[in-house]
């Protein structure tokens, strides 16, 4: 069965440090979304993708975040200057983005973001 | 931001018996339900889902169940299997063009018990 994959599992970083997150949406998948879930909170939308632009964003997402589609398979987040407040469990999620009003989201295994 | 309530965060049921997960949503806009478990160290895996044009949805052991007028959802697996213990997640979203962002519930700890 298809599924999203994340690299790394876990990163480790310096405050301040850039760091980039990578997935692998599944393959016929049209949006892709990143989310992220702070320990002991709710999974939190960040952003969504479509047609090679972000299609919404939430008030998180802000200039420090910016996600890319490098080439036919990665879809990655990259966080320019890493805060404390961005440790976190980040997920990748994927969608067909052809069923409308019920267009069901995949998610990864995610990528754990500490920042020290 | 209170969207989606899942107002228990632990349930503990005998294996063999019915388990139900209950979730709560003030935003009259979704219009699309769905059910995801979690174990731990990993992502959410998607389980089940209703549109707001339905009721009910059934998948072998899961059964959704949709109250519109009660802005009510609840997750019925049976019969329970220790496998199902784990962490389940209601979520929505309200379908307007491109946005599809889902808001998740807090999350239920389900134990079955052997």
């Known amino acids: 069965e298809p599924e999203v994959t994340q690299t790394p599992s876990h990163q480790v970083t310096q405050m301040g440090q850039e760091v980039i997150l990578r997935c692998v949406p599944i393959s016929n998948h049209l949006y892709f979304y990143w989310y992220r879930q702070i320990l002991g909170q709710k999974v939190e939308f960040l952003v969504s993708f479509y047609n090679n632009e972000i299609s919404e964003k939430s008030e998180i997402f802000d200039d420090q975040f910016s996600v890319e589609r490098p080439d036919g398979s990665n879809f990655t987040l990259k966080i320019r200057s890493t805060k404390l407040e961005d440790s976190a469990m980040y997920f990748c999620?994927?969608?067909?983005?052809?069923?409308?009003?019920?267009?069901?989201?995949?998610f990864g295994p995610g990528t754990r973001l500490t920042v020290l | 931001d209170q969207q989606v309530k899942q107002n228990s965060p632990s349930l503990s049921v005998q294996e063999g018996r019915i388990s139900i997960l209950n979730c709560d949503y003030t935003n009259s806009m979704f219009d699309y339900f769905l059910w995801y478990k979690k174990y731990p160290a990993e992502g959410p895996t998607f389980l089940i889902s209703?549109?707001?044009?339905?009721d009910k949805n059934e998948d072998g052991r899961f059964t959704v169940f949709l109250n519109k007028s009660a802005k009510h959802l609840s997750l019925h697996i049976v019969p329970s299997q220790p496998g199902d213990s784990a962490v389940y997640f209601c979520a929505a979203h309200a379908f307007s063009g491109s946005a599809r962002q889902l808001t998740f519930g807090s999350g239920t700890q389900l134990t079955v018990l052997p």
């Open positions: 999620a994927s969608s067909e983005g052809t069923g409308g009003r019920t267009d069901t989201q995949y």
């Open positions: 209703i549109s707001s044009i339905k």
